[in-house]
């Protein structure tokens, strides 16, 4: 896949959450955007911004656009980042948006999403923004 460009379509997902339940995309788009960041639980700029992520994405919530936050990383090599661990930063974070799995990092390869946190902004049409 290459990069996504400037009003290039989201690609369609669907993906475990730590909630319990399975989450599509179409499902979790909001009213005005979606904002998908990948992160993961280890990653020392992740832990540097979660507190203001979470609070942008409460505001963002706010005026209609949702946040979605998934982890493509291999918990065997980043025991920090397994499912569990992702249930528990949620927790600890506050998290009031989803937090999914992508544990065969194919939803990370359609998005070339190439670190954490990388986020990728989209209208209400889904289509690229940032």
Same mark, same amino acid.
């Given at each position: 896949? &290459? ?17 319990? !339940? ?11 955007? &979606?904002?998908? $960041? ?10 540097? $911004? ?53 544990? &065969?990092?194919?939803?990370? !390869? ?21």
């Amino acid at each position: 896949m &290459t990069q996504l460009s400037i009003g290039d379509p989201a690609p369609d997902f669907t993906l475990p959450g730590v909630d319990g !339940r399975s989450h599509g995309l179409q499902d979790l788009r909001g009213e005005k955007g &979606t904002v998908i $960041v990948f992160i993961c639980n280890h990653c020392p700029y992740v832990k540097a $911004v979660i507190d203001r992520l979470v609070s942008e994405a409460r505001a963002l919530e706010e005026i209609g656009v949702a946040t979605v936050a998934i982890s493509s990383n291999d918990p065997e090599q980043y025991p920090e980042d397994s499912f569990d661990n992702m249930k528990t930063f949620a927790r600890e974070h506050g998290f009031t948006f989803p937090y999914l799995y992508d544990g &065969t990092q194919a939803v990370a !390869r359609a998005y070339d999403a190439v670190c954490t946190p990388d986020f990728f902004g989209f209208d209400a049409d889904l289509g690229l923004q940032y």
